[in-house]
């Protein structure tokens, strides 16, 4: 049983203003909710179908959740076919201390509006040992349904700030990170010292690439090169795809 | 003015089945179209709706085409928001000589279900240099519109074959090619000769990996090595970014 306003509530989380506003997100899925909570350390109201009672990983099982009716379920669900198993969840304090970030490699994101490459982003930065991501506030929100789907669970293991990118960039290049970023006619990452420590690594819009003040602070422009013969040929990577070679080649020059 | 047999047709290939019947497929949009028009060698019909015929490049404008009413161009287009651009176009003749592919990498991809993934890998293909993908029965159809629209345009410049990759992996490898395949046991891709000429390099799909089959004929099982670090870390690479991360790997060692 759950009341008309609570599914009003969890409702309204589809919205990003919403999601703001209360500070949660909903998470959906067995693997996914399984994720969240193996990680740890969020709060969160967890809901279970009738139907899907039975199918509960040990995991889920063990954590309190609120059984309710497959109609219930699909009243609060955002997807078309509710997977019956939905964590609404607290937004994680994303703290972070700037010694944190000094013993790291971090990734910025400038404008990535598809939900889907955010995602993917996300998910392919943990994998290789990133541990804050910041966004400019042009991008698509991290806790939007379909980048929640699309990380896998990265998302409650990689920290995700929105902020300004032009006082985020010029104060760390201030106190000695190393920028780098993705961009068309920048020096072949092949040919670049890159330092995978105290640096950032900057990644541009699907579309329009890194905006023109931010690319205007970039000291370390650096390109992947293409194999590609012939006049013609695709202009770009796509963007997810970018971060990952990239952040491949960081990882490699640290052996 | 485009009559009712033709909409009934065009909008038949919004199916796979008719795709195949036909050996045509629908290219939406004005980028698109000029990518497959400057790539030159394709058969088609072009249909541009009257409140974009201002609006065309001088390379669309050149090409024969057919004035339609916006009404019209919404019944055959395949998008929410038709871009007022389209073409259907035949396959072109996917032919290929074992000795092309002997001077060069070619990939392999085995049950990708995703259509945007399969375009971002044909893109990514075309970028690292491949000129020839082949794609298992269950792998999606590189014809399906989402696909062509991920392509943005490389679909035209690089092959896409259905094969049995049984058969074909036994064939090449018995030719002397070298077969590798991204697996989650595989040696390190770092710790790995890579050979980009006479190669074949294979990709399984985004849930299930190589499938068995597959995997047993492989004899150059490779991996992305992780860096994250805990004990709770994603599983795996999007297929797009694994297979991403990997051609630009073949590429290098070329240098």
Redesign the interface.
Known sequence: MISKAQIKHIRSLALGKFRKQHKQFVAEGHKIVE?ML??GGFQYQLFVSENQVESLSPVVQAAPFQLISDNEMKQISQLTTPPGVLAVVEFANQMYALDELGSNLNLVLDGIRDP?NLG?II??A????VKHIFVSPDTVDPYHPKVVQAT???LF?VGVTETDLIALISEVQADGFQVYGAVMDGVSV?ETKLTSQASFLVIGSESHGISKAVRALIKNPIS???????K????S??A??AA??LL??F??SE?
């Open positions: 994720e193996l990680t889907g993917t998910r392919t943990e994998w290789f040992g896998m669970g990265s293991r092949y992947i090169p293409s194999y590609a013969r012939g013609l040929k695709t202009e990577l796509n997810s795809v990952a070679v491949a080649e990882r490699k052996a």
